[in-house]
């Protein structure tokens, strides 16, 4: 027992969670970034789930990609090609990939690919397409359509030439960084985004390309306060991937949500799935709209959480409150109370109004499930209906069910540990 | 006295320093930008001093702008012109300008022009050159002398044309965002020059300069994180301005020194300076550093808490209490105690960490006498040797002297005013 992956599953997970630096490493397309994609073969947002079961955006994100692979010459044909059962689909999870909202990616999604400081890991994750129409909140139309080719054809070889220029980008620095410019890095990321493209506007004016494009990537990211997060989740993925598969740890490794069911991964219990019913929450919505209209809870964005920023960071980020609903003074409860269910604290995302505590890290489906508390997401709602964009945010808690029942399966998988943890207060 | 600017100054001063809108105008030499300076005429911070008086930053910062100016070959020559006292130096404050540190500011100086959005004040403070040597520390190396040049040559330029590709900067606006993004705006500016940066670069890229120039000034500015502060205090000093010259009114409108003495200058009383030693502090030294090595507060970058930023916004900015000496509950200590001085709140310069509440705004001289409470500036102390650079930061309580003076001024210049002070509290 003198090998402390064995010994301490839990401190492993979190040396692991802490300890693993990761890279940008391209921005391509997503066929430059894996092989488990194909014109009609694509990955989406949130645990499996069966194309008659997706939900309304991303049902449109699907139309988007078919029109987009020019798999169909209209939407009435993607809809034909989709209703024919003729697409497939597998979670993004499943192919080291994350997807903020519908999560839909085919090949010629522009992507940010980020690896492990070891060249072990690479993850993905779609760039963003700014605000409007979008893919994955289910737009297909036109103006849609010429921005992700544009971002695809001009953005991501621009900024894949910058890298070439630049110093190798640590993005979970650019994270801790974010989060000390007020921050959650998942629904407020407008500082981080700034320093992301200061950090790359050098290499990018000495990238090959014509300077009316440079000007046009220039302003893109400029005008685009979310720019930065593919770059968190994907720096998100690869570090949960890196503290996945540990016998016996009760951390979780992902949290995501396909607009029907959230499930949850854990460390010790390697793909498998744990669902709950999506959750909508109790969001803001903008003016008219009803809980009707809301897709409940999508997207795999929530993998900040499970790497230590998003909600959890919370009382860094407290110019964010009123948009999630709330203030100071909630955001303190909720940093608190987070920290009631992770096992340990962050050594790099470090809050400087708790004078540089770091964020609670390591979601512990034991202290969930003994707890009672609820893990919370800092959440953007899609509207039912594709193409209707946000509808509202919040600040969702997740049913302790699926932990709990991650908890239980554990014990059961790894009966000698019960006692155990019993006995050292892991539950308490 | 149906005139509200007669029947309370105090409100008159308040509602001008919250309402008065300054933009970014150019970014050019300062013989451009004023007709009082000359090859051998420079402007300094502060109150009024003697050549004979000034500290060592501010003799190797003559130096520079001899050189600079090309009035001498060698820094021999130019300290022989300052020997014999060919030199003629004025505040800043004097010609509606601002200069961080020493504050010497000559015809080549590279400046940013701020104006009101009425153009009816025009201000001026010179361009932050970055870490390592600087002229507002005293150096008068080639490096500075060749930075100081280029900042004048090219990247001022450049960001002139720039202006005339984006729409008009708001500068209370940048620095309302800035505090949204854990900057103090006085000390810490790291977030906000990213966002002058993101601001710019789009129009940066359009403007009529060689790529390879304007690659430099984008990389110069990424790897300055205090670009910003000119751009801060320039407007701040236009606000104080537009607040200044109300007769009867208590409130503060500009606060400097020049190494020797610390200044103040107040609404009601015009022009007149009230001075005390310059203070020192209990600053954080770098190591190895002492007290005897310290300049005593020098420059013109107070004119950020005489406009309800820098240390005034301290909780909006834990990030820089480890920088400055303190940690969270000693910012909220500093914010709280300076609303007891001052007679407002901003109604634009917002603190997420208050949930909004805005910050402590318009210091007035009857409270500093009536409470004794010593007003702070976060503080950059310069080493006493001409470029030596900073040799410590902290925030600086500044005794209550000069205040109280100036209210005992105040009641002699406007004896009908005492009564009513007193019996609506405003000592209190």
Redesign the interface.
Known sequence: MSDPTRSDPTRATLDALNGTDVHLRHVCKARDATDRIGPRRFLHAGPPIELADIPGPMRGAIIAGLLLEREAGSAAEAEAIIDRGEVSISPCHDANAVGAMAGIITPNTPVVVAETADGGIRTFSPLNEGVGGAMRYGSYDEVTLARLRWLGDVLAPALDAALQHSDPLDLLALVAEGL???DDCHNRL??TS??L???L??GL??APFD?GD??KV??F??GNGHFALPFAISAAKAVTLAAGGIPGSPIVTAMASNGREFGIRVSGLGDRWFTVPAPIGDPVLLEGATLDDVTPTMGDSMISETAGFGAFAMTA???I??FVGG??ARAQEITRSMRDVCAGTSGRFLI?????RGTPLGIDVHRVRATGIEPVINNGLAHREPGRGRVGAGITPIPVEPFAAASRALEETVPERVGAADGQGRHA
């Open positions: 000390r410019r007020g407008v500082a700034a320093t493209l200061v950090t506007a050098p004016l000495h300077r440079i000007a220039v302003s990211i400029a980020a407290p110019a409150m009123s203030d100071m400087p109004a708790e004078d540089f």
